[in-house]
Structure formats: C-alpha cells, structure tokens
C-alpha cells in the first residue's frame, strides 16, 4: 500500500476532496490525420477558386473544355449504341419461328357413299328372321342394332365365328371409322379392322375378306380432314401461321383411327397387296408431313407405328427408287428451317431402311437448298465446308441447318465407311468452327452453332459406321 493513497473511510467521506487523476498527454490518431488532410485540401481549393476567379479569361480553354465534352458524349453515344446492336442479335434468336406447318385447314362434309347395303346383309336377314333369339328386331333398325354389336365386340365375335366377312359390312365398318363422330365407334371400328387384317402362322388372312380399304377411299378421307399437304402453296404456311394458334383449324378426330387401318392395311403385303408403289409413297408422304402438325405431338408413337409399316410395306427391288420419290416429294414441300429438321429427327428407325430414308430426305434437301440438279455429296460437302464463321455476313441460322442435315448425311449410312478424306474434310470444318467463333460472339445463332459444332466433332470422333443402306457418293 502506498502511504500517499487515501484509507479506506476516507474514500467513502463525502467531506474528504476527490484524488483526480493525473492528465494525459493527447495521442493523434489516424482519423485525426485525415480530417486535416482534407482540411488543407479544401482550402488549396478555395485558393485555387479564388485565383481563377480574379485571372482574366481564357477563351482558348472553354473551347477545349467544350471540344473534350462533346468527344466524350460522342463515345458514349458510340458505347450505347454497340450495347444495342449486340442485344438486338442477342434477342434475334427469338425471331425464329418454332417448328411447326399447318397440315390441316377447315374441315369439309364427308362424302358417305349413300347406300352401303348393310340392311340387306345376310348376317342380320338371320337375325330378323330367327324367331329363337327372343327379340322382334325391325329392318329399319338394323344399322343401330350393328352399330352396338360392333362397340360391344360382338360383330368381330360373329365374324371369327363364321369366318368370313361380307363386302357390306366391311364396306360399312371402314365407313363408321373414317367419318363417324362417336369416339367409342371410331376405336371399335378401328379394331374391328386390325383384327381381319391380321395374317395366322400360315400367312394367311384369320378371316374370308373381299372388300379391301383401297388408296383412292383413303386419300379421300384425309382430303375430307382438310389436308393441305398436298395443296399448292402449302410451303408457305409454316411454323408463322401455327405459332399464331388458330384454333379455328386442328387435327380430325379420326385420324388415329384412319392412320390404325392404313397400319394393318401395310402388315398383309404377303398375302394381299393392297397399294401400288406409287400409293404407298402417297401414303408415306402424308405420314411423314403428318409430323410437322404440334396438334398431333400426343400421337408420335402411333405415327411412328405407321411410319414403321409404311416403310416396310415395299419389296426390295421397289424401295431404293420409292425411297428417292418420296424423299425428293418432301423436300419440295419443306421449308429450310426448323421444320426439315423436325422431319429428319422424327425418322427414328435403326433398320437399313429408316437409314436410307434419312439419307436421302436430307440429300434432297441440301440439293434444292443449293439449286442443285445433281445430289452429288462431295460437291454439297465442299459448299458447306467453304461457309466462313468469321465473314460478317455469314448466316448462321442457316449454317446451324447445314451441319445438321450434313452430319446426318453422312453418318446415317455406311456408303462413306472408305471416304476418309470426305470425313476427314467434314471433322476439320466442324473442328473451325467450334474454335473460331469466340465466346463473346453474340451474332444470330453464332454460339448454337459453335456448341453444335462441337457436339457433333465429338460424335463424329467416336461414331462407328453400322450397317445400312447406300447411296451413291456422286
């Protein structure tokens, strides 16, 4: 304890005077620096104010100042409108239609031949005139009576059972699936349908038939549907119009069942030729166009189904040329878009035969895309191979069409497994291209290209060449 310092009762007398510490010497901290700093700093300016206040003008230095401004609002404008035309391209690409063409328009009344003669069949003669069945059944009630034995199964049961099938109530069955409005009679007449076209392990027909679903009624109910496929002028309603959504226009109701008969129609070539070779690449043509219509995206697999019967339906020695007919018939009808691209992927089959479909549908198509009259491959490679990615101009929409169609070309088929330089030059031009279009090249499709490009290199790097069907290199 020092001997200076206060007891402790000393500490708690109010009387007693109060130690006050001892002072300290100021410490200058940072803070304090700098409110000085910027003290002095306000000061050298309002002396620098007041000096050029006090100068004589200088005229000479107001027309820089002003030159200096007007050069920085001129490098800002150019800065802005840079930014403009880069969000422009950037947003260019939502200009681009979706896939998508107008495949029917507005219906037209169903040409229903007039008299089919069911009444007069002898299946239901023996119905009005068997009195043990326990039913007085009139003859003007015939065709009601058919129609629920056909939705409850029982009319296929009887066909089976006799083993025949009368040209009127074939004729009146295909009638009820290509125009009747009632669902359950569309499905019933559709199987209906699927069962006499069947084959046993004999190759032979399950039932007696002699009335036959023929190209000429066929054509004439999706003609009915308001097919347009076929119309002059049709490439001009693409995927603009569809965008649109008129809902005025649309898929047929029948369509599933009229594509189910053009089906079994296909699967009994062996017993039963129904179509020509000019009809079945008819009936391909509007199968493979039915594709493009986005109301029936919910029916892929029973149009991948026809497709497949469609393509099969042809012998050997008929199908290269019918191949060639209905390849070139499609190409004339599509636009060079998203739409022809749509139609190439849609052809999903491994077999020899989808190969060869495919081949040719995108063969055609670069031949018209160029003006070509001769589909020769190296010289449609070597027109696409010259595109450069770095010209100003160059379209890189189209290009992006191109390397799908080329790559397709090539790689569907094994008719290029010894063309290695014409591989090679295709490897190299994709190669280019997913390395001399920058990151920051934000033109029209410029970078769905680049990522193209390089997605196709890699596949083209590790793809091997199955078997399948040829073309011709020149």
Known sequence: MVMDDP???????????????A????????????????ETGKDELKAKAAKAKHAPRDHNSDDEDTRAKEKKISEFCKIVEDCEEKTEEIGAIDDVPPWGQKIFGCQKPPSIPGDSGVENCQLLQSFCANEQLGFDLEIEQGEAFLE?????????????????????IALWTLTKLLYSSNKKLQVSAADFWDSILSIDEADKLLVELGYFPSYSVLKRAILSYGYLFDAPGTKASNSKHMAAGNLDDGPPQNIIAWLR?????????????????????????IVISLFLDRGLEGLLLILGECLNSLILYFNTSEWESSCVMVAESIAKRVTLDLNCLR?????????????????????????????????SVEKILKLVTSINVKEKECDFFRLYVYLVLMDNLLFSSDAFRDKTVIVDSWRNYLRNCSTQIGCRNWRF????????????????????????GSISAQ
């Open 261 to 285: 008969v053009v089906s079994a129609c296909c699967k009994i070539r062996k017993v039963h030729s129904i179509f020509s070779p000019s009809e079945a690449e008819e009936l391909l043509v």
């Open 445 to 468: 499709y410029a970078p769905m290209v680049r990522n193209k490009a390089s997605y196709l290199l890699q596949g083209a790097s590790s793809k091997r060449f199955t078997d399948g």
């Open 7 to 21: 007891l402790d009762f000393e500490k708690e007398d109010p009387l007693f005077p109060a130690h006050r510490p």
């Open 148 to 168: 629920g034995m056909l939705m409850d199964g029982w009319l296929l049961k009887l066909v089976r059972t006799y083993g025949s099938v009368e040209d009127s």
């Open 343 to 375: 139609i190439v992927d849609c052809i999903t089959g491994t077999d020899s035969r989808s190969k060869f479909l495919r081949s040719q549908l995108t063969l055609q198509l670069l031949k018209i895309s160029f003006g070509l009259k001769v589909a």
């Open 23 to 38: 002072k300290r010497k100021k410490v200058i901290g940072l803070d304090d620096l700098l409110l000085d700093y910027f």
